[in-house]
């Protein structure tokens, strides 16, 4: 048995999209009431350890999402597809991209943890490695990502669908996988197009990261900038992300 997914629209273009550390597949129903399904197919998948692939056992690496993503694409025929993340799903699309370059058209990071990793120091990662367990760092980390400007109710809300929709093994996991894996020059000179949107107020994955990273690696990179938007763009500035990624998408 797969991955669970969700589906949205039927277009010829199709669009694998992968989740970020405190996600699923269905943190991104609201978004979708943007999207253009005449234009596009969407398929949203859930990783093992998360969503309702959360019993799902898994070594939870780059390389196991990456394979979950393109056994989705054959059981759905798809060929040929773009590939959008968000955060760690940032990550895993380039690692998607690696193991089947000729099969991407196009891939989209929104937030993208990039294919080097992200290096913490010690007070940083008890943050986030204390996140597996604990609502309260979570909620700290969201807060923090978003340049601490957004209400409580949304952070609560926010953590409570996280906790609730993964498992804290495969929090864990993920963390070291998206933290610690590095294989960037494997995407070095890949002259896929690559749309890279960052919010004004992420400290940690903004504009700087990405122009010493992407800007670095891929030749045909465009980077956007969201004001009034920190790491969680499809939350934050819903409309405008699905303006500026399916504006790429159809270029």
Not at 67 to 77: K, M, V
Not at 149 to 159: A, K, S
Request: charged residues 25%.
């Amino acid at each position: 048995m797969g991955n669970s997914y969700e589906r949205h629209g039927d277009g010829e273009h199709k669009v694998l999209v992968l989740h970020g550390w405190f996600g699923d597949a269905s943190a991104w129903r609201s978004w979708t009431d943007h999207l253009d399904g005449d234009r596009f197919s969407y398929a949203f998948m859930d990783y093992r350890g998360y969503g309702d692939s959360r019993h799902a056992a898994g070594d939870y690496s780059m390389a196991e999402i990456s394979a979950d993503a393109i056994t989705l694409a054959d059981e759905l025929g798809w060929e040929k597809f773009s590939v959008l993340g968000h955060s760690m799903g940032g990550m895993a699309a380039q690692r998607v991209l690696v193991d089947v370059p000729d099969r991407v058209r196009k891939v989209v990071g929104v937030s993208p943890v990039p294919a080097s990793g992200v290096p913490f120091d010690d007070e940083g990662w008890a943050l986030f490695s204390g996140a597996a367990k604990e609502p309260d760092n979570r909620r700290a980390i969201i807060d923090l990502t978003t340049g601490n400007r957004l209400c409580g109710t949304w952070l609560d809300r926010m953590v409570q669908h996280s906790m609730d929709r993964s498992v804290p093994e495969a929090v864990s996991g993920y963390l070291e996988a998206w933290a610690r894996t590095d294989f960037h020059e494997q995407v070095s000179g890949n002259d896929t197009p690559v749309l890279v949107i960052v919010g004004e107020h992420d400290p940690a994955l903004g504009a700087p990261v990405m122009e010493q990273t992407f800007g670095q690696w891929y030749p045909n990179v465009e980077l956007e900038v969201f004001p009034n938007a920190g790491h969680y763009a499809m939350e934050e500035t819903p409309v405008a992300l699905a303006t500026s990624v399916e504006r790429f998408l159809d270029a």
